[in-house]
């Protein structure tokens, strides 16, 4: 809270006038045989002063227009440094997000390969096991088409965040990138029961 100091030196003021006015009306008819031509200087005293206080009162006044300029820019400062760190948040949890995403489309990939392998030992089956094998080969391409575009949805996302819409914005992958984990799941257990019923 700055300290009002217009308010303290119009304080003061008053009371040395009030001390000088009671000092000078004592006195008042003995300064005047002493010194006639003394008037007169009471008088450019008192301008001299109201001079001074005026350029106090300016003083004082440049002081605290530039306490409020700079308590003004230590805001905008704070409110930078926000936003900043608001963005560099968004920004690790894109990256999380990006990291589970590719491990999930790395656990599709590697269960695709895998499952072609086995099957050569289940292509003379008969054909509920290779509808069985198929039907999850087809869910787990699925699992890894749905986790390459819920990387691709939060890249996007990523490359706007430094936008004024973006900002506020929560990073997600969308219902591909909650899906796509499920998919893997459920392809994985049909080419699981196809090769228990082989």
């Known amino acids: ?59 004082f006044d440049r002081d605290s227009r530039r306490l409020e300029v700079e308590r003004e820019r230590m805001e905008a400062e704070r409110q930078r440094a926000e936003r ?23 656990v599709a990939v590697a269960s695709v390969i895998a499952t072609l392998f086995l099957s050569t030992r289940l292509t003379g089956a008969h054909l509920g096991v290779r509808l069985a094998l198929g039907g999850g080969w087809v869910l787990l391409l699925a699992a890894l088409a749905s986790a390459l575009l819920a990387q691709s949805r939060v890249a996007d996302a990523l490359s706007r965040v430094d936008d ?9 992958s969308g219902a591909a990138g909650r ?16 090769v228990m019923l082989a």
């Open 1 to 59: 809270m700055p300290i009002p100091w217009l308010r303290l030196l119009d304080m003061l003021i008053g009371v040395s006038d009030l001390a000088r006015r009671t000092t000078t009306r004592a006195s008042a008819g003995e300064q005047e045989r002493r010194a006639p031509g003394r008037r007169a200087f009471g008088h450019l005293e008192a301008r001299l002063a109201g001079v001074v206080v005026a350029a106090l009162r300016e003083v």
């Open 84 to 106: 900043v760190l608001r963005l560099e948040r968004l920004r690790q949890a894109g990256d999380r997000e990006l990291g589970r995403l590719r491990l999930v489309a790395g």
């Open 164 to 172: 004024a819409n973006g900002e506020g914005g929560v990073l997600r």
């Open 179 to 194: 899906l796509s984990p499920w998919l893997i799941v459920i392809g994985l257990a049909l080419v699981g029961a196809a």
